[in-house]
């Protein structure tokens, strides 16, 4: 079992910057691939970025491209999602996940365990 919270929500001006994290439990988080998704207003729940648990590989949205970075840090069970020159449209909620193996990263269902998610609110 994983517990997974996320922290580093906010309100923030177009261009502005946030870093998420996600904080997990248990003691095989190194084992665990992390996925990034967002859900907006009326809109269904997508992928932003994952991060596989060996090598390790990272995806990412081609809407966050270049602008977003994942990373991880297995000795303090965490995961991160830095976010640079923010937009409007990235305003959602954002949800980390955990999954085991390291295939199909960008599927939400493939995904064992979430975080209650955090509002990212980006002004105009």
């Known amino acids: 079992q994983v517990q997974l919270v996320e922290s580093g929500g906010g309100l923030v001006q177009a261009g502005g910057s946030l870093r998420l994290s996600c904080a997990a439990s248990?003691?095989?988080?190194?084992?665990?691939?992390m996925g990034w998704f967002r859900q907006a207003p009326g809109k269904e729940r997508e992928f932003v970025s994952a991060?596989?648990?060996?090598?390790?590989?990272?995806e990412y949205a081609d809407s966050v491209q270049g602008r977003f970075t994942v990373s991880r840090d297995n000795a303090k069970n965490t995961a991160y999602l830095q976010m640079v020159t923010l937009k409007p449209e990235d305003t959602a909620v954002y949800y980390c996940?955990?999954?085991?193996?390291?295939?199909?990263?960008?599927?939400?269902?493939?995904?064992?365990?979430w975080g209650q998610g955090t509002q990212v609110t980006v002004s105009s």
């Open positions: 991060i596989s648990w060996y090598y390790p590989s990272t």
């Open positions: 248990g003691r095989r988080f190194s084992t665990y691939s």
């Open positions: 996940a955990a999954k085991s193996g390291s295939r199909n990263l960008r599927s939400l269902l493939d995904y064992e365990y």
